[in-house]
């Protein structure tokens, strides 16, 4: 048999064998493969997993004898350093001879390391490889500060591995921006301060000169004169095409480095082809996986006679798991005669959003999301099918105003041939066949069937949606069952709840599920029995998360919060004296919380009951902080006391907090109540807000202000106090009932199909002829309320469960604090 | 199990633990996790203490099975532990010291070794 011989076992090499395996070429050709690295080929791409606790094992793209089953000889930890073209062999570094009949180069490259003096310090590496990772893991503990050369995509990600491990990091950039070859100014800089905000230094226009320090790296030295300390320096500064052994073998390489290759893979050599990082071609190393792939498969094709020609390539690029989202797709900075721009920005929350469009505005080239990238999938498609423009191509920036959906494109307007995944060049058609012919009709099936979603991982949410809108268009409907032990929704158990009167977790496991339950279906099925029965959550407290099983939120050294409720915020002095009280007695740290209220912290969970306990003596019931629940209203002083008042904004919020006090939900649930359109309550940032109006109350619905902000969208207006509690009444349960879990109420309507309008019509309309019953449900879930602590402080038995230990009542030594300000905080 | 091999010390009787849950107990100044299968009468014990932060908290764990095998998981971010060997599932570095359990007469008892 003729041989092939393979250098290099990266992620091209792999793709390489991958498809060598199911070609013809198998027949006719031995395939023996080189690796330097001691790994069988591994996701580089999710090498920053690597550094947060993924296995390598888990990371390789086969595990070993994957190479042995398809017969192919893989030889790692040998690296190659001479090629002899004359006698077609190459040199191993053990002093080995191997003949070739054809020699593929896929070596790959290394980490650009600009000419610095002192590289040769201790504490000094690049990010590329697993053993890179291990070299800096292992040095980290010796370290406080760190720093990273190279603002770019990949400095970036090794800056938040870093940082992520405790260390103070600071990012230094030749460049003024960040990220110079995919962002503009003005995204770079939203980018530095959000990056900023996260606790990483920024350093521009800096050039460094000198590694201080004597065997071990202490401190930077730019080209300005100043000085950075650091105990640990990453160099990302770009990459180098491996062209080392390709240049002493005599063949040309560019001038600015990688291995000369025409558009089949071809140098010069006729038994010689190279792909992937290590090469040049169309003037240019292509940097990202899915190109190098592409590489690969044009040369498996050209070696069989076929006549595939690597014609360039889309480099979209999205940052990952840097703490804000960062992408840039097709021309991502055109700017001249013939383009025009739409640009977004919102300094404040961090988002800047732009979208490159010919003149004539037919056509989208390219653009940048910085902050939110919901669309980048959507808006590469369109660029690379170069799909014509709806009238207004904002709406894909700013979200459809008035309308139902975003900008009126969307998976089902895409091409069949669209590519979804890129990495691995699956079509839309190709999926949708897998869904259709395979079955695979859930996204690991089609990642299983189809390879798509298995590269970068960027196309899943796509594949997502792909899924759902065929599924849909069959009349299929969409499952999400919950976990392994339940083959049901969350809606149909919440049904089957109902009609079965089903009281308990272990009842319902035994007769609809299997197994003993687990971190997903057991809080899920707790907060539905709550939400159906209102029953005494600790009565089963082993299937709460902690939080609902102790009845306050879990912190730092494992001891708790108390957080009693005030409703509407208002509080006579004797209650806030008696919080201080106890706070003092007990020694927790006070603080007033973002929902006008008091948090005690730092209770140990023997504590809690007698704190509670005096608390309760007090006239405080439980806050519910603990909870998927109500948590607040809040409300503003109002027309008792403000001179804008329309009406009582107190006395209002506090019915409502004390009308659904306790009620369990989806995921927790927040209110305000405003007295004018002032907003001093902030009531538009709530999954519910009332604001007063001249001639009675808007009842505004799903908003939110946390890691999402969403001003709440108007139900209705002007109601009088009757209606506006009938309405919230349907509007809350039907959400209870048909929300998955954990999605607060923005993310769930933004999701409901047929949007607020449709809201609308089941809440006011009753088009669904539910109202009635929805209200008599919240009224039956609403009349069982009981304060929980209450009842805990009455039984000894519940009383119990609180206990740190169950065979002494000895205290947990181990809880330790130091003081800040006065007051006590956890030891570190 | 070869009982010879333990020093078997009392923790506390059978009905001091919650059923199909955990909770603490304290011997020889060690913070030991007992967790209860009740629906298949099965007893574990680990540490209490997670080798994620060093925090005193597994006791508090949500337990459960993945595939078959029980498994606990840390209140406080969520790190599973097997209760079979203490591996965690997701970190392989991460381990939790396992004990022996046995129960006679109402009594709960650790083995040490
Ligand atoms: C104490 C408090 C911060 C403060 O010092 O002010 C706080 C503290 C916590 N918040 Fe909050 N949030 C507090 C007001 C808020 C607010 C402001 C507000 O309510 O007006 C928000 C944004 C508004 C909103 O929810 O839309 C807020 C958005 C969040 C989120 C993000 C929710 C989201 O949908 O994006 C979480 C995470 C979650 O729930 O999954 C969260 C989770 C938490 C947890 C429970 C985290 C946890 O699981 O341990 C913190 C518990 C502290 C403790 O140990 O008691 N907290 N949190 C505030 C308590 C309010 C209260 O009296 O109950
Ligand atoms: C931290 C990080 C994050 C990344 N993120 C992304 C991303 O999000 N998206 C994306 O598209 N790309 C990303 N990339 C880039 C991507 O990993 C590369 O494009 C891809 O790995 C290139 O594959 P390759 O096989 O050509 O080179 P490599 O993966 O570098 O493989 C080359 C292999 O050849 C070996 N070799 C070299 N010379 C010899 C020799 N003489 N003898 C034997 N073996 C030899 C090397 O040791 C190496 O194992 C990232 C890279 C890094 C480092
Ligand atoms: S919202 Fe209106 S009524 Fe309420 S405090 Fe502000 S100005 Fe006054
Ligand atoms: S302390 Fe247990 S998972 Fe972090």
Redesign the interface.
């Known amino acids: 048999m003729k041989k092939i011989i393979l250098i290099g076992n990266g992620m091209t090499g792999f793709k390489f064998c991958e498809k060598f395996v199911a070609s013809s070429l198998r027949h006719e050709y031995e395939l023996l493969v080189f690796g330097e690295e001691k790994h069988p080929a591994y996701d580089r791409v999710h090498l920053s997993s690597y550094y947060t606790g993924t296995q390598a094992d888990d990371l390789y793209l086969a595990p070993s004898n994957w190479y042995l089953e398809n017969k192919i000889h893989l030889r790692t930890n040998e690296k190659i350093v001479q090629i002899d073209r004359e006698s077609k062999s190459v040199l191993s570094e053990q002093g080995k001879s191997y003949a070739y009949d054809i020699l593929v180069l896929a070596t790959g490259s290394s980490a650009f390391v600009p000419p610095i003096n002192g590289l040769n310090k201790k504490g000094v590496f690049v990010y590329r490889t697993l053993s890179d990772i291990d070299e800096i893991k292992k040095y980290v503990p010796h370290a406080k500060k760190a720093a990273i050369i190279g603002g770019g995509l990949l400095g970036l990600e090794a800056a938040k591995a870093v940082l992520d491990d405790g260390l103070q990091t600071s990012i230094i950039e030749f460049a003024p921006r960040l990220m110079p070859r995919q962002l503009d100014d003005r995204a770079a800089e939203i980018l530095k301060t959000t990056l900023q905000e996260l606790d990483l230094e920024i350093l521009l226009n800096k050039s460094t000169e000198k590694i201080i320090g004597s065997d071990k790296i202490e401190a930077l030295q730019f080209t300005d004169g100043s000085n950075l300390k650091t105990d640990l320096l990453i160099i990302s500064a770009g990459i180098k095409p491996r062209d080392e052994l390709a240049k002493s073998a005599g063949l040309e390489i560019h001038p600015r480095g990688g291995i000369l290759v025409n558009s089949r893979m071809e140098t010069a050599d006729p038994s010689i082809f190279a792909i992937g990082e290590c090469v040049v071609v169309h003037e240019m190393v292509w940097g990202l996986v899915a190109p190098c792939y592409e590489m690969a498969e044009v040369l498996i094709d050209n070696l069989q006679n076929g006549s595939s020609e690597f014609l360039g390539f889309d480099l979209s690029s999205k940052l990952k798991l840097i703490g804000t989202d960062v992408a840039s797709f097709g021309d991502a900075m055109v700017k001249d005669e013939n383009t025009k721009t739409i640009i977004y920005e919102n300094k404040a929350s961090g988002i800047y959003k732009r979208l490159n469009i010919t003149k004539d505005c037919k056509y989208l080239l390219g653009g940048i999301l910085v902050g939110e990238s919901e669309e980048f999938n959507l808006l590469k498609q369109v660029v690379n099918n170069k799909m014509p423009l709806p009238a207004n191509p904002e709406d894909f920036i700013l979200g459809a105003r008035g309308g139902d959906s975003s900008a009126g494109i969307g998976v089902a307007d895409l091409p069949g041939s669209a590519i979804i995944c890129s990495c691995e060049n699956i079509s839309k058609e190709n999926i949708e066949m897998a869904i259709e012919m395979d079955e695979a009709q859930t996204v690991p099936l089609i990642k299983k069937c189809t390879k798509a979603g298995t590269g970068c991982g960027g196309c899943i949410p796509m594949l997502d949606d792909i899924l759902t809108h065929y599924l849909k268009s069959q009349g299929l409907e969409v499952r999400k069952t919950i976990c392994e032990h339940f083959d049901y929704t969350r809606q149909e158990l919440y049904d089957i709840i109902k009609v079965n009167e089903i009281k308990t977790f272990d009842e319902l496991l035994k007769q609809y599920g299997k197994g003993s339950g687990c971190e997903t279906c057991k809080p899920l099925i707790a907060s539905l029995l709550a939400s159906i029965w209102n029953d005494l959550i600790v009565k089963q407290d082993t299937i709460q998360d902690t939080n609902d099983r102790f009845l306050a939120n879990i912190q730092q050294g494992g001891v708790y919060s108390v957080v009693p409720r005030v409703p509407g915020g208002e509080i006579t002095p004797d209650k806030l004296i008696l919080i201080g009280q106890v706070a003092k007695k007990y020694d927790l740290y006070t603080k007033i919380t973002g929902g006008q209220r008091v948090d005690l912290f730092g209770a140990r969970v023997d504590q809690l009951p007698i704190i509670w306990e005096e608390l309760i003596a007090g006239g405080f019931e439980s806050g519910h902080a603990y909870g998927k629940s109500l948590r607040t209203v809040k409300s503003c002083v109002g027309s008792t006391w403000c001179r804008f008042g329309m009406h009582d904004s107190v006395s209002f919020a506090i019915e409502i907090e004390n009308r659904y006090k306790g009620l369990r939900s989806p995921h927790k649930l927040k209110g305000g109540v405003s007295g004018c359109v002032r907003e001093c309550a902030e009531a538009r940032s709530k999954d519910f807000g009332i604001i007063a109006t001249e001639k009675g109350w808007n009842l505004f619905v799903c908003g939110n202000g946390g890691a999402n902000p969403r001003h709440a969208d108007l139900l209705a207006s002007d109601l009088s106090k009757e209606l506006v509690i009938k309405y919230l009444d349907r509007f809350l349960m039907y959400y209870i009932k048909t929300a998955e879990p954990l999605t607060r109420t923005s993310k769930w309507l933004s999701n409901l199909e047929g949007g607020l309008k449709y809201l609308q019509d089941v809440v006011i309309n009753d088009c669904l002829s539910i109202g009635d019953k929805l209200e008599t449900e919240m009224d039956q879930v609403l009349s069982h309320y009981k304060c929980e602590w209450t009842e805990v402080v009455k039984s000894p038995e519940l009383r119990k469960k609180f206990r740190q230990f169950v065979n002494t009542d000895q205290k947990d030594e181990s809880i330790k604090f130091v003081s800040l300000r006065d007051q006590k905080m956890p030891a570190k | 199990m070869k009982t010879e091999e333990y020093q078997w010390i009392?923790?506390?009787p059978v009905e001091?633990?919650?059923?199909?849950?955990?909770?603490?107990?304290?011997?020889k100044g060690e913070?030991i996790a007992i967790f209860h299968?009740s629906?298949?009468n099965r007893w574990f014990a680990t540490q209490n203490?997670c080798p994620h932060?060093a925090?005193?908290?597994i006791a508090?764990?949500?337990?459960?099975?993945?595939?078959?095998h029980?498994?606990v998981?840390c209140?406080?971010h969520?790190r599973?532990f097997s209760l079979e060997n203490g591996k965690c599932f997701?970190?392989?570095?991460y381990q939790l010291k396992t004990y022996p359990v046995k129960v006679e007469n109402g009594m709960v008892y650790i083995g040490f070794e």
Not at chain 2, 16 to 27: H, K, Q, R, W, Y
Not at chain 2, 60 to 67: A, F, I, K, V, W
């Open positions: 009392e923790a506390a001091e633990f919650p059923s199909n849950g955990g909770a603490a107990v304290l011997i913070q299968f629906n298949e203490k932060k925090e005193m908290v508090r764990g949500l337990t459960g099975d993945s595939d078959g029980p498994k998981v209140p406080l969520k599973s997701s970190d392989k570095e």
